[in-house]
Nanobody, 123 residues
Framework: VQFVERGGGLVQAGGSLVLSCTAS????????IGWFRQAPGKEREFVAS????????YYADSVKGRFAISRDNAKNTVYLQMNSLKPEDTAVYFC?????????????????WGQGTQVTVSS
């Protein structure tokens, strides 16, 4: 079971990035997928989550209206569109998967984790 995360990088405040998370070794069907992030010296925090069909999505208040999570089960990939980025969005972003029906903001609910991709937003 492995995730390949892509799309991180350096962007100016107000800019956009798209992160992708592609699974190998298993199918993402029937898995809830979440994005989390961790800044230096801080705890890992929830960003967004989507259910298996893509019909139910859940966002942290800090990113609501700016970020959008989506999935393409045919490509075994989940995306995180990040707009209007702020310096406080700087962190390592992780995707994670869990069996289940409903999105979750609790990192302990997730069984599989990617290695993370760095997002840096300059002011």
């Amino acid at each position: 079971v492995q995730f390949v995360e892509r799309g991180g990088g350096l962007v100016q405040a107000g800019g956009s990035l798209v992160l992708s998370c592609t699974a190998s070794g298993f199918t993402l069907d029937y898995h809830v997928i979440g994005w989390f992030r961790q800044a230096p010296g801080k705890e890992r925090e929830f960003v967004a989550s989507v259910n298996w069909s893509g019909g139910s999505k859940y966002y942290a208040d800090s990113v609501k209206g700016r970020f959008a999570i989506s999935r393409d089960n045919a490509k075994n990939t989940v995306y995180l569109q990040m707009n209007s980025l702020k310096p406080e969005d700087t962190a390592v972003y992780f995707c994670a998967a869990r069996m289940g029906l409903a999105p979750s903001g609790q990192h302990n609910d997730y069984d599989y984790w990617g290695q993370g991709t760095q997002v840096t937003v300059s002011s």
